[in-house]
């Protein structure tokens, strides 16, 4: 499942349940439709989730962003939260991978902590 809020500074976007490789790309095309998120920061809450995505399936995730994202956006950075150690490990691996995106990639335990790296 997922949820968009929009807040005063960011998104947040919230997944929960199982979230495979399709339930992921499809998340990210509903997000970067929205034309709110191409000058906005973003965090990505995965704490309520369970990944379901093998380490190579994370550079077409990196491919779906740069094809999506314009030229003109204006995003600086994107927070991720993953409170549990292998969604954490998963994610720092995508972090990795996605080094080529165009902003700053912060993990973070707690949206709140997210939330000020974003200040």
């Known amino acids: 499942m997922l949820d968009i809020q929009n807040k005063a500074t960011h998104l947040l976007i919230t997944l929960k349940g199982d979230v495979s490789l ?3 790309k499809e998340s990210i095309n509903e997000v ?3 034309n709110a998120t191409l000058d906005v920061n ?3 809450d995965f704490s309520n989730c369970i990944l379901l995505i093998g ?3 994370f550079y077409e995730i990196v491919d779906l962003i740069q094809q999506k994202r314009p030229a003109h ?3 600086s950075k994107m927070a991720i939260v993953a409170s549990s150690g292998i969604t954490q490990a998963l994610i720092s691996f995508w972090k990795n991978v ?3 995106l165009p902003y700053s990639i912060g993990i973070f335990m707690a949206v709140e902590e997210a939330e000020k ?3």
């Open 73 to 75: 956006a204006r995003r």
């Open 117 to 119: 790296w974003l200040e």
């Open 32 to 34: 970067m439709d929205l």
């Open 98 to 100: 996605a080094e080529s």
């Open 42 to 44: 973003v965090i990505w």
């Open 55 to 57: 380490q190579m399936e």
């Open 22 to 24: 399709p339930v992921l």
